[in-house]
């Protein structure tokens, strides 16, 4: 008896219709897709620094407050503990929170003009190695420079750039984001280790986060002084 030969691609397959056998219409009958409606890619979501500072300003008026309130009730209760004192407006600063890579930071929110996303930076010959180049903020070239180095913090791309008022004019800075406006009481501030006292003046924790409060103008010169010191 002769064995019939069995491929292997015929298991698991089902008879299908040849092209012969189709009719006209089923040969024609084109296959229509259903659109999958595309969602615009969000743009950074920046705080915008004018509406962070009536913000601020409004959290820092509501916690001094509830701070007074709270020791008045606690003065009142003989059975406590000596309240805590509340803290007075010298304790209190408002900062504005931003994101480089994964490190949050935060500086003075008077200190900061705006922030704006990554524009076009414009190369400039000889500059130092820290400035990046020059961007058009209001038809005025404002140099831009990467904090990294004087942070400690490894070189990354950066998606926006912070710009602060100094009395030469503005002067840029490169970050990833800006998070938040928040009011922070600095007899919580603790001393950052392995860190230059004159740019990062402490670590305090905010709702669960921590970060760094760093001196605006510090951070500036040790940008342009690590430049110079690099192109020397």
Do not use: W
């Not at 259903?34 to 743009?43: G, I, T």
């Not at 912070?162 to 990833?176: M, N, P, S, Y």
């Not at 970060?211 to 605006?216: R, S």
Request: proline share 9%.
């Amino acid at each position: 008896m002769k064995k019939k030969r069995i491929r292997y691609s015929e298991f698991g397959a089902t008879p299908e219709k040849s092209a012969e056998s189709a009719s006209p219409v089923e040969a024609a009958a084109p296959i229509e897709l259903p659109e999958v409606p595309v969602a615009p890619r969000p743009r950074r979501n920046s705080t915008p620094v004018e509406l962070a500072r009536a913000l601020a300003a409004a959290q820092l008026l509501e916690a001094a407050n509830a701070a007074k309130e709270a020791e008045q009730e606690a003065a009142k209760d003989t059975s406590r503990p000596a309240p805590v004192p509340a803290p007075t407006k010298t304790d209190l600063a408002e900062v504005l929170v931003f994101r480089i890579g994964l490190e949050r930071f935060a500086v003075d929110l008077l200190a900061v003009e705006e922030v704006i996303d990554l524009p076009v930076i414009h190369f400039v010959p000889e500059m130092p190695a820290a400035m990046v180049g020059v961007v058009n903020v209001r038809d005025s070239l404002t140099p831009v420079f990467t904090p990294n180095a004087a942070l400690g913090l490894p070189v990354a791309p950066s998606e926006a750039v912070l710009i602060f008022r100094r009395a030469a004019g503005r002067v840029g800075v490169l970050i990833d984001d800006v998070e938040d406006a928040v009011t922070i009481d600095l007899r919580e501030l603790r001393r950052a280790p392995d860190a230059d006292d004159n740019v990062v003046l402490g670590v305090i924790r905010h709702d669960g986060n921590m970060f760094a409060i760093v001196d605006a103008d510090a951070l500036i010169a040790a940008c342009q002084t690590a430049a110079l010191l690099e192109i020397a």
